[in-house]
């Protein structure tokens, strides 16, 4: 398998002592990865941390099966300003989003495997000038995508899939269509299928209301709009069930049931699975032509450059990236 590039994410956050603690736990077993980062960073970091992780500057990819054993593999990407553990540096934005567009662009020459995003801190790129919601969104126009990108969250107990993401709940309700839910449950299905290894998925849409809308009494969402996408689904072959009850459907006994939960709003997925697994979530980004993943966390200031951030989700998204790297090279 071609290594995976890991991106830089905001250097004041804890992406940079994720990426040192990650390679010391993986750099026996893999899957090799190379960072896209500022080498003399992560040497600091480093020293300043007190982590015996030797830095490799590479010159390109395909050096970093060589390196990965004995050291850290890192493409250079220089940062224009020092950091400040805690303190996101607008000045910096250039080299964060520098970090993940060469990251998208080996990906889709080939170099490199799939890619791993560290978290990035959306109100420095903004002050930067940077348009884009967040890195999806972003990756998706990188790499050209043909299908609008769709959000999954997992984790080994649970799948979930936001139709609405970053937006308020009122404005999430707002947007909220039969053509969306349809959508999303077709390239998460897609996903399911491709990337995943399960040759018919099931879904469960949630309801959006108490008790599903409890027949119209508590809301006209799930018959005006849920429902009908359920049923266009069903009429083009996909196994699917719902409108669920959004109180009932993550409990043990219900989650045997389907493969993937397509969620009406952000925290109706969000919190069941950063409740059941939050250090073992991973954000995959479905409907790309390569590989995204990502922890399910954020940039966490108040603790970086402390050594005390928990490398799980990040090392997590590593391993599902080469898994379904790995899937799709042998298709």
């Not at 399960?198 to 469960?204: G, N, Q, W």
Request: include cysteine; charge should be negative.
């Amino acid at each position: 398998m071609k290594p995976l590039g890991l991106t830089m994410g905001d250097p004041a956050g804890i992406g940079g002592e994720l990426t040192l603690v990650a390679w010391l736990r993986r750099r026996v077993t893999g899957p090799v990865f190379v960072a896209l980062d500022d080498p003399e960073r992560l040497a600091s970091l480093a020293s300043h941390l007190d982590l015996n992780v030797p830095i490799r500057t590479v010159a390109a990819v395909s050096e970093a099966d060589q390196v990965f054993a004995k050291a850290l593999p890192v493409l250079p990407v220089r940062l224009a300003a020092s950091v400040t553990p805690g303190r996101s540096d607008p000045a910096n934005a250039s080299a964060v989003l520098h970090s993940i567009k060469q990251a998208a662009t080996l990906a889709m020459s080939g170099d490199i495997g799939g890619v791993v995003t560290n978290p990035i801190h959306k109100a420095a790129l903004y002050a930067a000038g940077f348009s884009h919601p967040g890195h999806t969104e972003y990756l998706a126009e990188l790499t050209r995508a043909k299908n609008p990108p769709v959000m999954m969250l997992a984790c080994p107990a649970l799948r979930v899939v936001p139709v609405t993401i970053h937006v308020s709940l009122a404005r999430a309700i707002s947007m909220l269509t039969t053509d969306a839910i349809v959508t999303v449950a077709r390239i998460t299905a897609a996903s399911l299928q491709h990337d995943f290894g399960i040759a018919e998925p099931r879904l469960a849409i949630a309801g959006l209301n108490p008790h599903a809308g409890e027949s119209g009494s508590l809301g006209k969402e799930e018959e005006e709009i849920i429902s009908p996408a359920i049923e266009i689904l069903r009429a083009k072959g996909y196994e699917v069930t719902g409108p669920w009850p959004p109180d009932t459907m993550f409990t043990a006994d219900a989650r045997t049931r389907y493969d993937v939960a397509i969620c009406m709003y952000h925290d109706q997925a969000l919190i069941p699975l950063k409740t059941l697994d939050m250090h073992h979530g991973v954000n995959v980004t479905l409907g790309l032509p390569i590989v995204r993943t990502s922890p399910d966390h954020g940039t966490a200031f108040d603790i970086a450059g402390q050594g005390v951030a928990d490398p799980s989700s990040l090392i997590a998204a590593l391993d599902l990236a080469a898994q379904l790297a790995t899937r799709r090279a042998s298709v």
